[in-house]
Nanobody, 124 residues
C-alpha cells in the first residue's frame, strides 16, 4: 500500500504561483511513477503531468506546458508541482497519483494509488 497526501493548495490571483507537494509513504518511492491530475467542478478528472521514477523525464498536458513543472525528491519521498502564470481555468482539486509501473501514462485508470486532493482556486 502507498499513502499519498497533497498539500499547498489555496487561493491565488491570476498570474500568481503555487507549489503543491505530495508526500508518499508505504513503499520505496523511487519505484513509483508519479502523476498529477486535476478535477474542476462538473468536469472529469484530467491529466496534468507525470514524472518518471528517477525524475529525469516529465510529460505535461498541453494546457499547462510551459507553466507547470513537476519535480521529485526520492530521498524525501516527495513530488512537487510548481504552478506559475496561473489562470482561472486552472481552478480545480489537484491530486497526486502513483503508478507502480515504469510507464509514463496519461490515463488515470493506470494509476494504483491516489491522494485525497488539494483545492486550488485562481481568481480573475
Amino acid at each position: 500500500q502507498v499513502q499519498l497526501v497533497e498539500s499547498g493548495g489555496g487561493l491565488v490571483q491570476a498570474g500568481g504561483s503555487l507549489r503543491l507537494s505530495c508526500a508518499a509513504s508505504g513503499r520505496t518511492f523511487s519505484t513509483l511513477t508519479m502523476g498529477w491530475f486535476r478535477q474542476a467542478p462538473g468536469k472529469e478528472r484530467e491529466f496534468v503531468g507525470v514524472i518518471n521514477r528517477s525524475g529525469e523525464y516529465t510529460d505535461y498536458a498541453d494546457s499547462v506546458k510551459g507553466r507547470f513543472t513537476i519535480s521529485r525528491d526520492n530521498a524525501k519521498a516527495m513530488v512537487y508541482l510548481q504552478m506559475n502564470s496561473l489562470k482561472p481555468e486552472d481552478t480545480a482539486v489537484y491530486y497526486c497519483a502513483a503508478d507502480q509501473s515504469a510507464f509514463m501514462r496519461r490515463q488515470s485508470h493506470f494509476y494504483d494509488y491516489w491522494g485525497r486532493g488539494t483545492q486550488v482556486t485562481v481568481s480573475s
